[in-house]
């Protein structure tokens, strides 16, 4: 076991900071919760395990040193999905501004699988522009860039589909996507954390499977008990809505993510790293009888 390390958690009442902040506390470290709502259920629950919470926004720079006074380790995510593209590269300043002048040793940017190959996917674009502005700050960094979620199969639309024996995504049937659990993300951030010095300035894609659409419903079909279908669809489905995602699916087509998994396997031991079945295994899928 390294050294015990006292880290703040952005985002810690979500799906990615939340992971993080509960392998931190799993594995024996102090944790700073930074939350907008400290009377959330899960900003409750951290408390009853230990947690210290701080309350801040993105936007207030002051609150932000504040809530890092003192601590040697922050993870830091930053979110489109609430105020935008421009939101989330102006947030993602302000808080690395706010982190490197609190004199943090040690900070880890919760990026995206391939987000610095020039992609043309908007939400992939604008955390690489925060991952250069850190690169140009005096605090030791580290990147963190998962690939798609496994949770995404546990969204409502997604569980509905499954209710109705349909996997549906936007992807040919054969084709392969890299996948992570957010308790895979949560867990390699930890070990991160440990590790300190010896990852700074390191830029790691985590994945911990990559499977077709086709295989995803089989492993599904098994896990269940219920006869599940792939079923594709065209990624032009999305446009009207959301012009990000359907960049995204056409991306997913013709390109993909390069974690090594292999190699995160052998490097990062501490992870338990899960195949897509491995997951689906822990998940509750009683909702589809």
Same mark, same amino acid.
Request: avoid cysteine; proline fraction near 4%; glycine fraction near 10%.
């Given at each position: 076991m390294s050294a015990k390390r006292f880290a703040l958690v952005t985002g810690a009442t979500g799906q990615q900071g939340g992971a993080v902040a509960q392998a931190l506390l799993k594995r024996g470290h102090r944790v700073r919760a930074l939350v907008r709502d400290p009377d959330s259920k899960a900003a409750v629950g951290l408390k009853a395990q230990g947690a210290q919470i701080a309350v801040a926004n993105f936007e207030d720079r002051g609150a932000l040193v504040q809530a890092a006074a003192g601590v040697d380790s922050v993870y830091m995510m930053t979110t489109p999905f609430e105020g935008g593209i421009d939101a989330e590269i102006r947030q993602g300043f302000t808080l690395a501004g706010a982190f490197s002048q609190a004199d943090v040793g040690h900070l880890v940017f919760g990026s995206v699988g391939s987000a610095d190959r020039k992609t043309g996917i908007p939400h992939f674009d604008s955390k690489y522009e925060v991952e250069k502005h850190i690169a140009t700050l005096n605090i030791p960094y580290t990147i963190s860039a998962p690939v798609y979620f496994m949770e995404n *199969? #546990? @969204?409502? *639309?997604? /569980? %509905?589909? #499954?209710?109705?024996?349909?996997?549906?995504?936007? /992807?040919?049937?054969?084709? #392969? /996507?890299?996948?992570? !659990?957010? !308790?895979?993300?949560? %867990?390699?951030?930890?070990? /991160?954390?440990?590790?300190? %010095?010896?990852?700074?300035?390191?830029? @790691? %894609?985590i994945a911990g499977d990559e499977l077709s659409g086709e295989q995803c419903a089989a492993a599904l079909s098994q896990v269940t008990g219920k006869n599940i279908r792939y079923e594709p669809f065209s990624p032009d489905t999305f446009r009207p809505d959301n012009e990000d995602m359907a960049l995204m699916y056409e991306w997913f087509a013709r390109d993909r993510y390069v974690a090594d998994i292999e190699a995160l396997r052998r490097d990062f031991p501490e992870v338990r790293w899960l195949r897509f079945d491995e997951w689906a295994r822990q998940q509750d899928w009683s909702s589809l009888s």
């Open positions: *199969h #546990l @969204y409502p *639309h997604a /569980l %509905e589909a #499954l209710r109705g024996g349909k996997l549906a995504d936007a /992807l040919p049937g054969d084709r #392969l /996507l890299q996948k992570i !659990s957010v !308790s895979n993300i949560g %867990e390699f951030v930890a070990v /991160l954390i440990e590790r300190r %010095e010896t990852v700074f300035g390191q830029r @790691y %894609e």
